[in-house]
């Protein structure tokens, strides 16, 4: 979990020297590589079917979504209320678990999804808190980001609840990184690519980034073949409030009191959720 808090500022540091499409494939890259080093490469024909395809796809468009939103931000602020909304996942991935995998569940899932949108809602209203005409004019100062982060939170809980599913207990993150890399690359040399700066600064956030990314995403992904999903994405609720600190300092960026009351809710929401779903 400490690794995944790290994400937001890393991704914002690498993205800020080497552009936001080639500072993501190069972390991609060298995480892929550190994966290879690590876990080494799996068996693809020991693979079910469903899990290379679906897996793939979700993966890597996730992922594509996260590293973009952060990089197409327009400042360091917006890149941390950016990962906050990126952070509803948990919440998400709770209320698939209950529609798709029939996992049990009480009343309490309805407040605490409620709560945790609430709670993104305060931190895009700005000093405003809860502002309907502010949260509307910060989205539409970035629409692209904003949207790439919402829409990287439904897509990564629709792979959690899908790969606990199909996987059969396989690990593909290797892959996954690998391929995520290869896309990234491709749009860096046909869709526009942003000059690269490499210096001792860029390259140190570089490797930090990429070591948290990679092992932080081979710990998570051994969680949810392994584990209980809905317990591990409860497990995440001080994710947000970790990831905003460390942002902040990293990028040192400071953080109003209304975006520390926004984060509190997405937290207290997802903890709900946790609470709704747990076993007697």
Request: aromatic content about 14%; hydrophobic content about 55%.
């Amino acid at each position: 979990m400490l690794l995944w808090s790290s994400i937001v500022g890393l991704i914002r540091s690498v993205s800020e020297n080497l552009g936001a499409t080639g500072g993501a494939a190069m972390i991609y890259s060298v995480a892929s590589l550190f994966l290879l080093m690590s876990i080494g490469f799996p068996k693809l024909s020991e693979f079910p079917r469903q899990y290379l395809i679906w897996g793939s796809l979700l993966f890597v468009s996730y992922e594509l979504c996260l590293a973009l939103s952060i990089g197409y931000a327009n400042t360091s602020q917006q890149a941390i209320e950016v990962g906050m909304v990126n952070y509803l996942w948990p919440a998400l991935t709770m209320v698939c678990a209950i529609l798709f995998n029939h996992q049990k569940s009480s009343w309490l899932v309805i407040p605490g999804f409620i709560i945790s949108i609430l709670g993104i809602c305060w931190v895009l209203g700005g000093n405003q808190g809860l502002d309907l005409t502010s949260m509307w004019a910060n989205i539409q100062n970035n629409p692209l980001s904003y949207g790439l982060a919402f829409i990287g939170a439904l897509i990564w809980a629709a792979y959690c609840t899908v790969t606990a599913r199909i996987a059969n207990g396989k690990n593909g993150v290797t892959l996954f990184f690998i391929l995520t890399a290869v896309a990234l690359w491709l749009k860096y040399l046909f869709m526009g690519a942003e000059p690269m700066h490499f210096d001792l600064h860029a390259l140190v956030y570089l490797i930090l980034a990429a070591a948290a990314m990679g092992f932080g995403y081979a710990a998570w992904n051994v969680g949810i073949l392994h584990g209980n999903v809905t317990l591990l994405a409860g497990a995440s609720y001080f994710i947000p409030v970790f990831s905003a600190a460390l942002a902040a300092i990293v990028l040192q960026t400071s953080l109003s009191i209304a975006f520390w009351q926004g984060a509190a809710m997405v937290c207290i929401g997802s903890v709900l959720c946790w609470v709704a779903t747990r076993q007697k």
